[in-house]
């Protein structure tokens, strides 16, 4: 079973920037390269969407449009930790974000993700 734990949230104000981590842990099957991991988010009243995908082997990231330029998602095999990296961050990313996880061979926000965090609170002042 694969287990994901987020961490770094906190409250910052409008302009600045946080990074959040995802640790991977638990068994993982081969090949490892056919994963898709991704971070998405939920406010609240709000639906869950997703926000940022990278595919564990070769392949693209993937962002919507209201994250991209602002949000970098990247992830150290190695250390089996996924990131997002948030930048110029807005009052109108305050939300739960959560960090996912899928057997996939083809990565998106469109993927169906089996595996998903507890999520970390990121909240964002004016």
């Known amino acids: 079973q694969v287990r994901l734990v987020e961490s770094g949230g906190g409250s910052v104000q409008a302009g600045g920037s946080l990074t959040l981590s995802c640790a991977v842990s638990?068994?993982?099957?081969?090949?490892?390269?056919?994963?898709?991991m991704g971070w998405f988010r939920q406010a609240p009243g709000r639906e869950r969407e997703g926000i940022a995908t990278v595919p564990t082997g070769s392949g693209v990231t993937n962002y919507d449009d209201s994250v991209k330029g602002r949000f970098t998602i990247s992830l150290d095999s190695a250390k089996r930790t996924l990131y997002l990296q948030m930048n110029s961050l807005k009052p109108e990313d305050t939300a739960m974000y959560y960090c996912a996880g899928a057997w996939a061979f083809q990565c998106g926000i469109s993927t169906k993700f089996t595996y998903w965090g507890q999520g970390t609170q990121v909240t964002v002042s004016s």
């Open positions: 638990g068994y993982i099957h081969s090949p490892y390269s056919n994963y898709c």
